[in-house]
């Protein structure tokens, strides 16, 4: 196994010095060792992957200086613009090392949203025409040391394709919350304040997860629709929704990261005045699905982006017990609900037993009944 503090420091000696990314589990250690180990300097944790690659693009810019972009596989997608009309050699020609967890590589077990990007990632690299190196937890530093010099010298663009178990772990934790209340318990007292007619859309990692174990628990339907993967979409499928259904709740449950990947969609949802429309944001202001790390939320002044978004109301709780103080099925939309939890989660928690498909057969089912 790597060690991330070994790693980053002989990347330093190789004049990589700024780092830019979306965090991933497979690379927990990594993230979190430029933040522990290094004061987190020169380092942007990014809202998206195409905006970390075009931050990449204005540091080589600022400084003729290979930058370090890292992502999960599921984060390809969001960067294909900006580097094929702007990075790719055959237009502004940008330098970059690109780290890339590889989430549902072949032959191994991962969840339903993780199999198909990995089944085409090598594929998407080698259509992208980005050299590429895979590593493992086998893979010696000093050889793939030796590859990125030689690469970083000549000024191209490489990407490493990262195994799972490649890092060595980190048990380190961020205490970038300072709530003490757990989401699910949070979110077991929200879903109870809406009748059973209500739509839930639950937004990407372990919400939806906690969403789905609480059904259980409760021997409930799971007939909510879970946004396994597309981080930062849920609002927008929400949208749609919207679009066509008048006589439900839509309720979306979301979080602080996924809401800063793709908030200009937001400025959508007030337009059409969604008056059946909830949007709950559950605040730890972090990536905690992947490891903990900071984001920006809590800088933001939530309050006037979202009355300059259109909202019609902002609702901000801090204690649990202060749910009750609100009748949330009467609210008029569109209303932002934000909720305060602590940055953590049960690590033990349920994984959905039915194939996405069969999801959404539930959830169209219940929309029309």
């Given amino acids: 196994m790597i060690n991330a503090n070994t790693f980053i420091r002989e990347l330093k000696k190789l004049e990589i010095n700024f780092f830019t990314g979306v965090p991933d589990s497979l690379m927990s250690s990594f993230s979190k060792s430029l933040h522990f180990d290094f ?65 549902g590589e072949p032959g191994t077990n991962d969840e339903p949203q993780h199999i198909f990007q990995g089944e085409i990632t090598l594929d998407l ?50 205490n970038n919350s300072s709530s003490s209340t757990k989401r699910s318990f949070a979110l077991e007292n929200v879903i109870k304040k809406f009748d059973g007619s209500s739509l839930f859309i639950s937004t990407t990692g372990k919400l939806s997860r906690e969403l789905y174990e609480l059904r259980v628990k409760n021997g409930q339907e799971n007939d909510d629709f879970y946004v396994v993967g597309g981080m930062g979409h849920a609002s927008a499928i929400a949208t749609g929704i919207l679009h066509e259904i008048e006589s439900k709740k839509i309720i979306c449950l979301d979080g602080d990261g996924s809401i800063l990947m793709h908030m200009g969609h937001l400025s959508l949802v007030a337009k059409e005045h969604y008056k059946n429309f909830i949007h709950i944001v559950f605040n730890n202001s972090a990536h905690e699905s992947v490891g903990g790390q900071p984001n920006n939320y809590e800088i933001l002044d939530r309050n006037k982006l979202f009355e300059a978004l ?60």
């Fill in 39 to 103: 004061d987190d300097a020169d380092h942007i944790i990014s809202t998206n992957e195409g905006s970390a690659v075009a931050a990449g693009m204005g540091y080589y810019l600022a400084t003729n200086k290979v930058p370090l972009i890292y992502m999960q596989n599921s984060g390809l997608g969001n960067m294909i613009n900006p580097y094929s009309s702007l990075l790719h050699k055959k237009i502004y020609n940008i330098p970059f090392l690109l780290l890339i967890g590889w989430r």
């Fill in 125 to 174: 690299l080698n259509l992208l025409e980005i050299n590429f190196i895979v590593i493992d937890k086998y893979s010696e530093i000093k050889n793939i040391l030796e590859i990125i010099e030689k690469s970083v010298s000549k000024k191209e663009q490489l990407a490493i394709v990262i195994k799972k178990n490649t890092f060595e772990s980190d048990s380190r934790s961020f």
């Fill in 310 to 369: 259109g909202y019609k109301e902002n609702i901000f709780i801090k204690n649990i017990s202060d749910i009750e103080n609100y009748d949330f099925k009467n609210l008029v939309g569109p209303v932002y609900i934000e909720i305060e939890v602590e940055n953590s989660s049960n690590k033990n928690l349920m994984r959905p037993d039915k194939p996405p498909v069969k999801n959404k057969e539930l959830f169209i089912r219940k929309i029309h009944e």
